[in-house]
């Protein structure tokens, strides 16, 4: 069991650019979230999914856009990067609404 | 807003020491959740408490839940350098699927 994986990594990436990053999850977990994570502050949730083929806004969710096409995969897209993006990004999955469980997360730095 | 207060933010003391953090809000909560967080790593659930006034241990950590399932505090009783850390309290609320996080408690335990 490789519970929740995130790729990539790590990414640097010029204002203006976009990318995507992947989270899977093999549990069969219904619910899935997207954190972010900066100093001070906790993890504020993005978006977030309650099942396949479903997604919803978070906390902070300007800025970004969300699938969930698979019931596995979960996928956070930024359209536009901006500097105030810069973050350490987690994604989660849980059966239940609470009790997550979280990837290694994605160190994302946009210049 | 933080609806979850922790306290303290920092806390650097001694192996063998005992110490205790907090997390504090206004609001109540059907459960609460403790996770610990590792540098370069996702937070990994601790416990759940879900009854107000439960006591849960887990070898040498204390979790209770305040008896108006408003608070919760962790105790860790001769701290280790393994037990470094940030520790993150969350809540749910049953009209909300999103969990409510508190900013966490970066504990440092000196050999």
């Known amino acids: 069991n490789a519970g929740v994986t995130q790729t990539p990594k790590f990414r640097v990436l010029k204002t203006g650019q976009s990318m995507t990053l992947l989270c899977a999850q093999d549990m069969n977990h219904e619910y899935m979230y997207w954190y972010r994570q900066d100093p001070g502050m906790g993890l504020r949730l993005i978006h977030y999914s309650v099942g396949e083929g479903t997604t919803a806004k978070g906390e902070v969710p300007d800025g970004y856009n969300v699938s969930r096409l698979k019931k596995q995969n979960f996928l956070l897209g930024l359209e536009s990067a901006a500097p105030s993006q810069t973050s350490v990004y987690f994604c989660?999955?849980?059966?239940?609404?609470?009790?997550?469980?979280f990837g290694p997360g994605t160190r994302l730095t946009v210049l | 807003t933080q609806l979850l207060e922790q306290s303290p933010q920092f806390l650097s003391i001694q192996e063998g020491e005992n110490l205790t953090v907090y997390c504090n809000s206004s609001?109540?909560?059907?459960?609460l959740q403790w996770y610990r967080q590792e540098p370069g790593e996702g937070p990994v659930l601790l416990v759940t408490v879900v009854t107000g006034g439960e006591v849960k241990k887990l070898k040498r950590l204390t979790f209770q839940f305040g008896d108006a399932r408003k608070d919760s505090s962790l105790h860790i009783t001769a701290a280790q350098p393994g037990d470094t850390g940030l520790y993150l309290c969350a809540g749910a609320r049953d009209s909300n699927y999103q969990l409510i996080w508190g900013a966490g408690t970066k504990l440092i335990i000196k050999p």
């Open positions: 989660a999955s849980s059966r239940r609404r609470v009790e997550q469980f």
């Open positions: 609001s109540v909560f059907s459960s």
